[in-house]
């Protein structure tokens, strides 16, 4: 599912929420409801003072309070509303969920090492990341078709989920979406539209997009 989006010039801004106190201690949060830490509020609003600049459209947010409170930050400098949708929440991980690396490897080892070699594995028993992709990029897709011709859509939501919905919609083969990497907190993707479908302009960025100039223009 890469959109074919047909030449219109809009952009996805895809941000991740800011720094939790279980992104420090190194817990799977999944879609447990963990909410910023105070360093996590100042992340957001300092990324959201940069990314008013790029002046969205719309915004677009899951409805965990971590992603909420970063979103909110954007708002408040916009005044745009904010559409909160279920769909964009991060990777169920089951009995992952709250425990450390350390702590899942020593409870789950084979599974641990089967995920880290890239196989399709339900992490604590919850969601394929493909099952992910089918959940979060359809709602970044249908909030997409609402903007206009090279509007700009700012998609709140977390670093695993962020992850599966661009290797969906590069329509990149999902063994080679761990090599996008992750997501710093409060850092952001660009995707634009092009005449083949959507590309990747910036990756793991924390300053606004610059154009391309050269030859891959």
Not at 56 to 63: G, H, K, Q, R, W
Not at 93 to 111: K, M
Not at 148 to 153: A, E, F, Y
Request: hydrophobic share 40%; net charge negative.
């Amino acid at each position: 599912m890469n959109g074919k989006p047909g030449g219109r010039g809009r952009r996805l801004v895809l941000w991740r929420h800011g720094q939790t106190a279980w992104n420090l201690e190194g817990r799977f949060q999944g879609t447990t409801d963990i909410p910023l830490t105070e360093i996590g509020v100042a992340q957001a609003r300092r990324a959201a003072r940069l990314l008013a600049g790029l002046q969205p459209y719309a915004i677009v947010s899951s409805d965990l309070q971590r992603a909420a409170a970063t979103a909110a930050e954007l708002a408040s400098i916009t005044g745009l509303d904010i559409s909160y949708d279920e769909g964009l929440r991060e990777t169920f991980a089951g009995v992952w969920q709250g425990l450390t690396h350390q702590e899942i490897n020593e409870r789950f080892g084979d599974e641990y090492a089967a995920w880290k070699r890239g196989e399709p594995i339900r992490r604590g028993g919850g969601e394929l990341e493909t099952e992910v992709a089918d959940r979060v990029a359809p709602v970044v897709l249908r909030a997409a078709e609402k903007l206009p011709d090279s509007g700009t859509l700012v998609v709140v939501s977390h670093g695993g989920a962020i992850r599966t919905a661009i290797g969906r919609l590069l329509g990149l083969d999902p063994y080679t979406w761990e090599s996008l990497g992750g997501l710093s907190n409060c850092c952001w993707s660009v995707l634009g539209e092009g005449a083949r479908g959507w590309r990747l302009l910036e990756h793991n960025a924390g300053s606004l997009p610059e154009p391309v100039l050269g030859d891959d223009n």
